[in-house]
């Protein structure tokens, strides 16, 4: 069974195996957390949410680069949490790491303490950008630690951004590309924030950075979604976890706590426009899944009023239907 449709329960380390500052980065503001737990915080941690209900449970480590910690200091993480997977309170382990920090002598040692997955910060597969934000790794970094994960049999998952210095809306389509050819199995998209106390906090106040609006980040989000959704890529994620702490240091970029629900319902709206005929014309009716119906609305049946304008006036009513499959769209005239 594929970990990211399991529980995950994450352990925070920020910053911790990170060889350098990424202009975009302010882990310990985003998460409130100052600090990288020790083991027997983690034990402690997980003490208070894993129990014999949640074996399908997987321990995350996030935050920072897992790999890249002194080899001792893996151990340790990776011993504090066997415990809770012998009990059989959890499923396994994952976590995230550079792409330049996961070699394939590694690997044995991985499996070896129940690690099922790994995730890459990838960010980017154009160089300038890469080296614009400070990332200190190249594309061809990430392409071959893809296949080194793929070759051990776990899990691959990479994250991508939007926005990042430097990029444009080719680049970042081209990135997500080559990110497709490498088939992960799910992959997050992130749009950049300004962060307070972020390098780029200091290259937005000086002008040198612009950050997406909230429109552009929808569209070119919808648009990697299509790539990823085309190829049977799944979306673990869109836009970062909405939390107090995020949105207290938040200085510019397009943040919104619903982020992926606007990209689902931007492609649902694209889904309706294309099974209109030029023959229609006064009032249509789409019927959904229930399950959907929010998403085809929009938020505060944003979708509804866009449709409108778009069709120069045509009303249009969304309802929900059982008998649609989920992700099945139909529609009648009214």
């Not at 869109?238 to 949105?247: D, Y």
Request: include cysteine; charged fraction near 20%; aromatic fraction near 8%.
């Amino acid at each position: 069974m594929s970990s990211r449709k399991n529980l995950i329960i994450p352990v925070f380390i920020p910053y911790r195996g990170c060889p350098n500052q990424c202009v975009f980065c302010n882990q310990k503001r985003i998460t409130g957390q100052p600090d990288a737990p020790a083991p027997q915080e983690v034990v402690k941690f997980l003490e208070e949410h894993l129990s014999e209900n949640t074996a399908h449970a997987v321990i995350a480590f996030y935050g920072g680069s897992f790999t890249g910690l002194p080899l001792t200091e893996q151990k340790a993480y990776l011993q504090a949490v066997q415990p809770f997977i012998q009990k059989g309170f959890a499923a396994g382990i994952k976590m995230s790491t550079r792409p330049d920090y996961v070699y394939e002598k590694h690997m044995d040692f991985l499996r070896g303490y129940g690690v099922r997955g790994i995730e890459l910060g990838a960010q980017s597969m154009d160089d300038e950008v890469l080296k614009a934000s400070g990332r200190g790794h190249t594309a061809a970094d990430t392409v071959n630690a893809a296949a080194v994960i793929r070759a051990a049999g776990l899990e691959l998952g990479i994250q991508l951004m939007a926005g990042l210095p430097g990029d444009t809306p080719e680049t970042f389509i081209k990135s997500v590309n080559r990110v497709a050819i490498l088939r992960p199995d799910f992959v997050r998209i992130y749009p950049t924030l300004v962060i307070i106390g972020s390098p780029l906090e200091e290259l937005w106040k000086a002008g040198e950075y612009v950050s997406l609006g909230l429109d552009e980040a929808v569209q070119l989000c919808t648009e990697a979604v299509k790539v990823f959704n085309a190829e049977g890529i799944s979306i673990a994620r869109m836009g970062l976890q909405p939390s107090r702490e995020l949105e207290e240091s938040l200085l510019a970029g397009p943040y919104h706590p619903a982020f992926g629900h606007l990209v689902s319902s931007a492609l649902a709206m694209e889904k309706m426009l294309a099974i209109l005929t030029d023959n229609e014309s006064g009032a249509v009716e789409f019927l959904v899944n229930p399950t959907e119906l929010s998403v085809f609305k929009g938020i505060r049946g944003e979708n509804i009023r866009k449709f409108g304008f778009i069709t120069g006036g045509m009303k249009v009513r969304i309802s929900p239907d059982p008998e649609v499959p989920k992700g099945a769209l139909r529609f009648r005239t009214l």
